[in-house]
């Protein structure tokens, strides 16, 4: 099946480890120039020489935390380099999640840097892409958020408010921007064997006295498919939601969850 996304410019964030990495190497697979970010230039680098490795073709990359106005700028400087308002085609909003608690747990500064983290990098990395898109009449736009926005994770307090306003936030611009061929939809994984899920599993272990394993365990017996999910399984439905084949497909929250989320809609 041809994607369509041969040559098209692709923005990943948070591509060195986890769900981002598996997006841009599968993306990369279906022949879209990169561009890669991540905090870590060191795991960066690695990420793209997997994707060298397996396409021939090595990534652009920008090491920079999005979660901050000076990352944003070095992502824009790329972004913007051979056109003011931007060349990408495909954007991979994504981050790391904030960190786990109930709300008087939570020290207040947490909620700004949260907030940071995950609806304004989104906000602002949209700016940075939406005229481009709009100019060429053709765009993808996909957020990372969670089943947290289909069913709150009572531990997860900050994910479940920033990631259901970053659903909103889509929801609105796939409305206003779908005349000028741009999509945007949020994808929302469940339980998936990330490092990110590794640090859940322990926290929530120590607090409950109980060992990570019998937590994952717990993770993966939730799902109807009695396990957790790969980075790869969410990856094949991005690049998806990114090619040419997609385009009726806009608005939507899409649960990649091995059916843990069981209402009807």
């Known amino acids: 099946m041809d994607l369509g996304l041969k040559d098209k410019k692709a923005l990943v964030t948070g ?14 697979r279906e022949g879209a120039s990169l561009i890669i970010n991540s905090r870590s230039e060191e795991r960066l680098e690695k990420a793209a020489d997997k ?17 901050t106005e ?3 700028a070095l992502v824009r400087e790329v972004v913007c380099q051979d056109n003011k308002k931007g060349s990408v085609d495909i954007l991979f909003s994504n981050t790391g999640g904030p960190p786990p608690g109930q709300f008087l747990a939570l020290p207040e500064t947490v909620w700004d840097e949260s907030a940071n ?12 892409v939406l005229e481009g898109m709009i100019e060429r009449r053709w765009g993808r736009l996909i ?21 259901a306003a970053v659903t909103a ?13 741009i999509t945007a939809n949020c994808v929302c994984p469940g339980y998936t064997a ?10 929530w272990a120590n607090d409950a006295g109980k060992t990570a394993e019998d937590i994952l365990k717990g993770f993966g017996e939730g799902a109807a498919v009695k396990r957790v999910g790969q980075p790869e399984e969410l990856a094949a439905l991005v690049t998806y939601l990114a090619s040419e084949r997609a385009a009726f497909i806009t608005g939507s929250s899409i649960a990649v ?5 069981r209402a009807l809609i």
């Open 51 to 67: 994707i060298e490795k397996t396409t021939g073709v090595r990534p652009q990359t920008v090491a920079a935390d999005i979660a």
């Open 194 to 203: 990330t490092e990110r899920l590794q640090n859940l599993a322990q926290k």
């Open 257 to 261: 969850d091995g059916g843990a989320n």
């Open 143 to 163: 957020y990372l958020t969670s089943i947290s926005v289909l069913q709150p994770v009572d531990d997860l307090l900050l994910s479940n408010t920033y990631r």
């Open 15 to 28: 591509a060195s480890t986890g769900l981002g990495a598996a997006v841009a190497l599968e993306l990369a």
């Open 70 to 72: 000076k990352g944003l």
């Open 169 to 181: 936030f889509c929801k609105t611009v796939s409305n206003n921007y779908a005349r000028f061929g």
């Open 117 to 128: 983290l995950l609806l304004n990098s989104a906000i602002k990395l949209t700016r940075m």
